[in-house]
């Protein structure tokens, strides 16, 4: 293919993708996301849809615990070990860093922060959510491995609290992601959320933090809750 | 010594430096905690720890070289512990000599790189941007922790006359009077000053501190990936000392030597650590290309003539 033809074709695409993108302001699909064609360096023409590049279309599946002594055993020791993933979400995560301080000290309860998704298993959404935060709650929540705890800080994860009104804040957070340990207040002490981690050990040695098998078995309905809210949806159903 | 009861030896060799690495781990951290006034951790808490990261349901993979780069770590760790010569008792064939061999000390520096080089390869499959600049940056300040080392170390090469790290060790016995720290001063505070860099605590954490850009190589890695680069962490934090030991500090001849001599040794970089804050990388690897350099120029330049 000769260097003109090239360029005939390549501009003739970056129209069709300019049209594309004029369409996609009704999904929220950014340009360079959109499905499109590209002329490789050599030529050929390949389809691309960058959106499955960056994220998988694939559903969550339930995990089933074995049961028994060694899935006890396992328990025990993620109880032991809770990696509390570093996202703030809303005012409330100022009630976080005291508790790294000698004070109240969470390491001695094996409470450690985590910086990734990846190697954390419970995020504390701390109050007040705002509807472009739950967006980015939802993603990092997927990527998080399975079992995996969530931990809703202050009453506005509740019923609204103090913002129930509000028109960019959530009001019930379990409607959009599972909560396992509710901690009441506006805001709650350290001390509330330190009896929190207390409360979720409790209830994952006793095989009862099992959330994350209900986000998946419920995974439509809590699908369908989000995208009645998250009103720019322009990112796969699943992000691992 | 047939070769199956070696290798039974060098198993249990490989379990006593793995624990001992978690323990000391925990002691460290211990430390630190009660340097800021705090409780700190439980002595247990490394081993739960991966115990839970191997127990995650749920594992991504982002392809080949994903898997690989925590398994070349671990190579690196065990590597190290393979061709080292750990506990100086019992003659070349000792039973804790593993499989050191006249020049294993160029091998060993070949495997303290292998990890890094491994995990190079499987952070950049991981494709996240922020575990490339953290590789980059652990690249950038391992070369620049190599080159004094290696200087000193071949400081070490010339004096002893020996690429191998049990005669090296051999040598120095006989009293602290002939460890290198006493008989090639400049080699020693070389090897003292770049083995903060190789040990990795801060001021030259910036590669893999939680508090910058994520958690730097790892921050892909989760589950039993995660669970295999913390083995493989805990032993090389061990093996490094005791190569540093066997190089400068007249070797162990015993279990419990070896113990307080590695502990020591590693107690050394955390107190710096505590001491110091952080070092952007620029100015970590400034620091390596002054002081360390110099010294191990003067170790060479000493000895050549």
Redesign the interface.
């Known amino acids: 293919m000769s260097e003109l033809d090239l360029n005939k074709k390549t501009s003739e695409m970056l129209a069709k993708s300019e049209a594309n993108a004029a369409k996609a302001e009704k999904t929220f699909i950014r340009p360079e996301d959109e499905e499109r064609e590209v002329v490789a360096p050599d030529g050929s023409i390949i389809k691309v849809n960058p959106i499955y590049d960056y994220f998988s279309n694939e559903k969550p599946k339930e995990e089933k615990p074995r049961g028994g002594v060694v899935e006890k055993f396992l328990n025990w020791a993620r109880a032991e070990s809770i990696w509390v993933l570093g996202f703030g979400t809303g005012c409330g995560s100022i009630e976080i860093p005291p508790l790294v301080t000698p004070r109240f000290d969470m390491f001695r309860y094996g409470v450690q922060m985590r910086p990734t998704p990846r190697q954390s298993n419970a995020f504390i959404i701390s109050g007040y959510l705002s509807v472009k935060t739950l967006k980015r709650v939802i993603r990092t929540y997927e990527q998080m491995p399975s079992p995996k705890y969530i931990l809703a800080l202050g009453s506005c994860t509740i019923n609204g609290g103090m913002y129930y009104d509000s028109y960019s804040t959530i009001n019930r957070l379990d409607k959009y992601i599972p909560v396992d340990v509710y901690i009441a207040g506006c805001m709650p002490r350290p001390e509330a959320l330190l009896h929190g981690f207390v409360k979720l050990k409790q209830l994952i040695k006793e095989g009862k933090a099992e959330k994350a098998n209900e986000y998946a078995r419920n995974f439509d309905e809590y699908k369908a809750n989000q995208k009645k809210i998250i009103k720019d949806w322009n990112m796969p159903d699943y992000n691992w | 010594m047939s070769i199956y009861v070696k290798l039974a030896y060098t198993f249990l060799g490989l379990m006593i430096v793995l624990n001992w690495g978690m323990l000391m781990g925990a002691t460290m951290r211990k430390i630190g905690?009660r340097m800021?006034?705090?409780?700190?951790?439980?002595f247990r808490?490394p081993w739960?720890?991966l115990?839970?990261n191997i127990?995650?349901?749920?594992?991504?993979t982002h392809g080949v070289m994903y898997y690989m780069g925590p398994v070349f770590r671990l190579v690196g760790g065990v590597g190290l512990f393979l061709f080292m010569p750990v506990v100086f008792s019992g003659g070349v064939d000792g039973p804790w000599t593993n499989f050191s061999f006249q020049g294993d000390l160029v091998l060993i520096l070949y495997f303290q790189m292998f990890g890094m080089l491994g995990m190079a390869l499987g952070a950049g499959q991981g494709g996240h941007p922020y575990s490339a600049m953290g590789i980059a940056r652990g690249l950038a300040q391992h070369a620049a922790v190599e080159l004094p080392l290696t200087m000193a170390i071949i400081s070490i090469a010339i004096q002893f006359d020996t690429l191998s790290i049990y005669k090296i060790v051999e040598a120095q016995q006989g009293g602290f009077q002939n460890w290198v720290l006493f008989t090639n001063p400049f080699a020693a505070a070389a090897i003292i000053l770049a083995m903060l860099g190789a040990l990795g605590h801060s001021p030259f954490n910036l590669v893999k501190a939680?508090?910058e850009i994520?958690?730097g190589p790892?921050?892909?890695?989760?589950?039993t990936y995660?669970g295999f680069m913390q083995s493989a962490g805990a032993i090389i934090h061990v093996m490094e000392a005791v190569l540093f030991m066997n190089l400068v500090f007249g070797g162990a001849t015993s279990w419990i030597e070896l113990i307080v001599k590695s502990f020591l040794i590693y107690f050394w970089s955390v107190f710096v650590g505590m001491v110091f804050p952080r070092f952007k990388i620029e100015q970590s690897i400034t620091w390596f290309f002054k002081v360390p350099l110099v010294l191990g120029l003067l170790a060479i330049i000493i000895y050549m003539f």
């Open positions: 905690a800021a006034g705090r409780h700190g951790i439980p808490q739960i720890n115990l839970k127990s995650t349901r749920t594992i991504i939680p508090n994520l958690i790892a921050t892909e890695y989760e589950g995660l």
